[in-house]
Antibody, heavy 121, light 110 residues
Framework: QVHLQESGPGLVEPSATLSLTCTVS??????????WDWIRQPPGKGLEWLGS???????YYNPSLRSRVTISIDTSKNQFSLNLSSVTAADTAMYYC?????????????WGQGTLVTVSS | QTVVTQEPSFSVSPGGTVTLTCGLS?????????PTWYQQTPGQAPRTLIY???TRSSGVPDRFSGSILGNKAALTITGAQADDESDYYC??????????FGGGTKLTVL
């Protein structure tokens, strides 16, 4: 069974860098069939796609956040990570990692349970 | 920047049929956007319902169906049940690795 699990600090200070890791199991992490995505959801609001990474290290970012987002991958650990720099209270959200399958079409299909990150001093 | 549009809210009676839509601020939605629909209940991660516009995800009841209606993607719930009361999100693939979510529809069953 595909399983994704987010981990990282639940509290980040304003202007600091938010760093999260997603650990993946139950699937061939380095398969050329998958991208690995980060998505967030502020409290009471909708979903926002942040970006994705391919096993090769190719990255794709939300244009509105491109200057602050970095996604990296460690295939030896079945992990990928999110860095979001210069955070403000507006970055307070539930952060999800997800699998993005590119076989006979395209779909973000499996999601982690999410981790709540609060930006506050 | 392209905006993906959804009805903010919708209401359906138990046993009734409702169609939620997913459009673009400019242009028409087609299968090349690989429309995906999610259901989200409070405190839970989104659940994948429909992908590639009309393919039902494993375990999803057949009362949920997806289609392209005119210039929008559509999610139809036939025979709505009380536990269908949720937030529903669509997402579209814009190409070049970019996805854009709609703002979501809050569905009430009453």
């Amino acid at each position: 069974q595909v399983h994704l699990q987010e981990s990282g600090p639940g509290l980040v200070e304003p202007s600091a860098t938010l760093s999260l890791t997603c650990t993946v199991s139950g699937v061939s992490f380095s398969s050329n069939s998958y991208y690995w995505d980060w998505i967030r959801q502020p409290p009471g609001k909708g979903l926002e796609w942040l970006g994705s990474i391919y096993y090769s290290g190719d990255t794709y970012y939300n244009p509105s956040l491109r200057s602050r987002v970095t996604i990296s991958i460690d295939t030896s650990k079945n992990q990928f990570s999110l860095n979001l720099s210069s955070v403000t209270a507006a970055d307070t959200a539930m952060y999800y990692c997800a699998r993005d399958r590119a076989v006979t079409g395209r779909v973000i299909d499996y999601w982690g349970q999410g981790t709540l990150v609060t930006v506050s001093s | 920047q392209t905006v993906v549009t959804q009805e903010p809210s919708f209401s359906v009676s138990p046993g009734g049929t409702v169609t939620l839509t997913c459009g673009l601020s400019s242009g028409s939605v087609s299968t090349t956007y690989y429309p995906t629909w999610y259901q989200q209940t409070p405190g839970q991660a989104p659940r994948t319902l429909i992908y590639n516009a009309n393919t039902r995800s494993s375990g999803v009841p057949d009362r949920f169906s997806g289609s392209i209606l005119g210039n929008k993607a559509a999610l139809t719930i036939t025979g709505a049940q009380a536990d269908d009361e949720s937030d529903y999100y669509c997402v579209l693939y814009m190409g070049r690795g970019i996805w854009v979510f709609g703002g979501g529809t809050k569905l009430t069953v009453l």
